[in-house]
């Protein structure tokens, strides 16, 4: 059995940080202007193939034409906004959990990605954007002569 340091301050520390990383405005915002850019982040699955990577977004209720996937500098960007309620249609709830107003999410793509060839789709309140890797990327087998 191995013998482990016992310090209290530990869990409290990490408690902290937890608390602050939830706190950070700059969490979805502009970094240099400290301005809150998004009110939400939508989940998101990265998928890595062979030839491409896949990123899946649940936007549910954020129609088509409210959504702006953009590519400058190797930084994916989707962007959009989920309409809120009227206010007459507001008044009528009870409870409100689904977050409302504009979201970002933003990804550094990797060297191997081929920006030139990234496509997007939406269906079924699911964003799937698509960036294929360059051919040069692509592993090959080299043979072992004996």
Request: aromatic share 6%.
């Amino acid at each position: 059995m191995a013998m482990m340091r016992y310090e209290p301050l530990n869990l409290l520390n990490q408690l902290q940080r937890e608390v602050n990383r939830l706190f950070d405005t700059n969490r979805f915002g502009d970094g240099e202007s400290g301005h809150i850019l998004a009110d939400w982040a939508p989940a998101v699955d990265i998928k890595e193939e062979a030839d491409q990577f896949i990123i899946r977004a649940d936007l549910p209720g954020v129609q088509l034409k409210d959504i702006e996937v953009t590519l400058e500098n190797g930084m994916l960007s989707l962007k959009g906004q989920r309409a809120s309620e009227s206010d007459e249609q507001a008044d009528q709830y009870r409870r409100v959990e689904r977050v409302r107003g504009t979201f970002l999410r933003r990804f550094s793509l990797p060297d191997v990605a081929d920006a030139e060839k990234v496509s997007a789709k939406c269906r079924d309140g699911v964003l799937e954007v698509i960036v294929p890797k360059r051919e040069a990327a692509q592993p090959r087998k080299i043979a072992i002569e004996s």
